[in-house]
């Protein structure tokens, strides 16, 4: 009897385990599907990509030859599709490239994709007390860590000098165009910390937050922001636990013309 009840549980839980792998195998799926329509929206996927002409608009000459596409982004097909997107993010070379949305807080975008659908894999967002138009001092993007390496997977891997090398900008596109943040440091943050708090500069915190910031880096990359610098965050989970992240963090130093399509 006992061993009958005891193959009938090590079956039960066989057929649990197993329906939870073929879930998070159909979510990846779906995510990446996803994705994969967020890029040909934007009019950045590979198909539409080799359809354009090889000469690109005169605007787009002035961005590095690795971000070059991004100046077509269509922001407004996206909306169309969520008008809680308010741009693109994108390090060449790494595979992060993705549409970014802000909601009404920081929690929706966390299950749910750019789309608005249940997603495990969630959506990079803003967060929710940052402007939509992306001239706060402090801008938060955050992201899961995919164990896939999708969405901030590849993030980890800037704890390695040489990978910042490799891939040292971060582009963002939003309605004004396209802004290049070089990385500066790469760290796990306290959620206490300085990084979080979302009031300095209304206390006076910004030269405090940034001689932090380069404190704290395992990578010394000799790019210093200064008080007067827009910052961008990306921030992680570091697969530890709850009370840290990891943050990869860039300072903003240049800014480009869109071609249109915002």
């Known amino acids: 009897m006992i061993r009958r009840y005891l193959r009938g549980f090590l079956a039960l839980a066989l057929a649990v385990s197993l329906g ?7 979510d990846g799926w779906r995510g990446a599907r996803a994705n994969e329509e967020a890029l ?6 590979e198909v539409q990509k080799a359809e354009r002409p090889e000469t690109l608009p005169e605007n787009a000459e002035t961005l590095p030859e690795e971000a070059a596409r991004l100046a077509e982004t269509d922001l407004a097909a996206l909306r169309e599709v969520n008008g809680d997107i308010v741009g693109w993010l994108e390090i060449p ?8 949305a802000q909601g009404t807080d920081n929690q929706f975008y966390l ?24 001239e706060d001092f402090h801008l938060i993007i955050y992201g899961h860590r995919m164990r896939d390496g999708s969405m901030f997977g590849s993030l980890k891997h800037y704890g390695d000098p040489e990978y910042r ?6 582009y963002l596109v939003s309605e004004d165009g396209v802004r290049r943040y070089e990385i500066f ?33 395992v990578i ?43």
């Not at 939870?20 to 159909?26: F, I, P, Q, S």
């Not at 040909?40 to 996927?45: C, N, P």
């Not at 070379?93 to 970014?100: A, F, M, Q, R």
């Not at 300095?200 to 915190?205: A, I, N, Q, T």
């Open 40 to 45: 040909r929206t934007a009019g950045l996927d």
């Open 93 to 100: 070379g790494t595979g992060l490239s993705y549409p970014v």
């Open 165 to 170: 090398r490799q891939h040292p900008d971060i």
């Open 185 to 217: 440091a790469a760290y796990e943050a306290g959620v206490t910390g300085l990084v979080y708090r979302l009031d300095l500069e209304e206390s006076g915190l910004e030269e405090e937050f940034l001689r932090s910031c380069l404190e704290n880096s």
């Open 111 to 134: 299950s749910h994709n750019w789309k608005k659908e249940p997603s495990g894999g969630g959506a990079v967002f803003l967060e929710q007390t940052n402007g939509r138009d992306l």
């Open 20 to 26: 939870v792998l073929l879930y998070r195998a159909y």
């Open 220 to 262: 010394d990359t000799g790019v210093v922001p200064e008080a007067g610098d827009q910052v961008l965050t990306l921030s992680t989970c570091t697969g530890r636990g709850y009370g840290a992240r990891w943050v990869v963090q860039g300072t903003l130093r240049g800014r480009y013309d869109m071609s249109g399509g915002s």
